[in-house]
């Protein structure tokens, strides 16, 4: 996981949803981060530091005289300005919830408290999540200084759409956890194995129109090529993900492209084949469909129902077909079984000429369509063939990754300085 590990300053500055960065804090921390928290005088007004401190296991932070112990912050010495200590050992710094008054701080260079002294020494990346009252984030004073941040480097995150403490409705609310946490972890990944290198991943399952309310489809849940997907931008990729309807929320920082049938599918990838550096083609695509659509619904009737199918475009033989100029330079099929897995696994690999294919089989109740765990196989051109044991999909989707990132820098040798090792 990016989040193991990783150094994470969160700076909490005094507006009613400085509430939510508890949650903030409690989901880095159980994904094994070390957060070292920041609250400015006016969040103590909402919050005491007790409830980040239990979470966090550390000292809270808000005065900025306060000389930081080597217990403290182990790296810096016996002792250790607050400020310079936090923003050395930072290797993202989280403003969440920001407000008005601390982004208008940060876009003036004004260091009046801890917060805003620990960004301006710091070098790491600087993701703000605003929450605010509407009007004072449609301020144009305030959309100025948010610009003034973004041209910076600045990560803005949000907010999100809804209602607010005031009772009003409207843009100011804190953005969804989900969506700040794929902010820390697109930052933390920045220069990670596949950095600058565009990947496009499929996902879902296909659907194909029976009617106006029916359709021909399947049980994929979409949920490994999101993780995929994540995984991917973990790694520094700019990633595209084309997805087949899933009830998945979208990714930060994963350029979504939806899609329904397996002929808009087909059209999407192979219009990406010369922008897309690596393809992981693991979405469930429907290979057969209905010869005519109804223009309206169909109605029950006496007697049999006979439906006339025909073959759907298979996308990976066509890539195979279409690849030239080492566009995309690696392939990456997915083959779901029922039965014969390796051994179809390997007619697959043969027939399809991918660079990687991982198989699984689908008729087991723990592994594979609409549940959040997998058990796959990894096989290669060469022969090697990597059973992994069930784990959950975003583990999965890790392990491919780094498989992935190790055919990526053996085929690519003249794209080294794009792969950071």
């Avoid at 305030?142 to 803005?156: D, K, P």
Wanted: proline residues 4%; charged residues 20%.
């Amino acid at each position: 996981m990016i989040l193991q590990g990783a150094n994470i300053v969160l700076g909490v500055t005094g507006g009613i949803a400085c509430y939510k960065a508890i949650d903030l804090c409690s989901k880095m921390v159980q994904a094994g981060a070390s957060v070292d928290v920041i609250m400015t005088d006016a969040a103590t007004h909402f919050l005491t530091p007790l409830p980040f401190q239990t979470i966090s296991r550390r000292p809270v932070s808000a005065d900025m005289f306060r000389l930081l112990r080597d217990t403290d912050v182990s790296s810096c010495g016996s002792a250790a300005m607050a400020h310079v200590a936090l923003s050395e050992r930072a290797g993202v710094i989280l403003i969440a919830p920001a407000t008005a008054n601390t982004i208008a701080k940060l876009a003036h260079g004004l260091a009046d408290n801890l917060l805003t002294c620990t960004v301006l020494a710091t070098r790491a990346p600087l993701i703000i999540a605003p929450a605010m009252n509407a009007d004072m984030w449609a301020s144009e004073i305030t959309q100025g200084n948010v610009r003034l941040l973004q041209e910076r480097g600045a990560t803005i995150v949000g907010p999100g759409y809804g209602r607010l403490a005031s009772g009003r409705v409207g843009a100011g609310r804190l953005a969804d956890a989900d969506k700040i946490l794929g902010a820390v972890r697109q930052a933390l990944g920045r220069d990670g194995h596949l950095a600058g290198v565009r990947v496009a991943v499929t996902a879902g399952g296909t659907q194909e129109p029976l009617d106006p309310v029916r359709h021909l489809g399947n049980r994929s849940s979409g949920r490994m090529g999101y993780a995929l997907a994540e995984a991917a931008r973990d790694c520094g990729a700019q990633v595209r993900l084309i997805n087949a309807p899933t009830s998945l929320k979208p990714l930060y920082g994963v350029e979504m492209i939806p899609v329904r049938t397996a002929g808009e599918m087909y059209d999407q990838v192979m219009g990406c084949l010369d922008d897309t550096d690596i393809l992981i083609m693991a979405a469930a695509v429907a290979d057969y469909r209905p010869t005519r659509a109804a223009s309206q619904k169909l109605k029950k009737s006496e007697g049999t129902f006979a439906l006339e199918l025909e073959r759907t475009q298979d996308i990976l033989a066509a890539v195979a077909d279409a690849r030239s100029a080492n566009k995309p330079r690696l392939v990456v099929g997915f083959a779901a079984e029922t039965e014969n897995l390796l051994a179809n696994a390997r007619i697959k690999l043969r027939d399809k000429r991918v660079d990687l294919l991982v198989a699984n089989d689908v008729s087991s109740a723990d592994s594979g369509f609409g549940v959040a765990t997998n058990r796959v196989t990894l096989l290669t051109p060469d022969g090697d063939t990597e059973a992994l044991p069930l784990m959950p999909k975003v583990d999965i989707a890790e392990r491919v990754l780094e498989r992935v990132a190790t055919l990526w820098r053996a085929c690519a040798p003249e794209l080294r300085d794009t792969c950071h090792e």
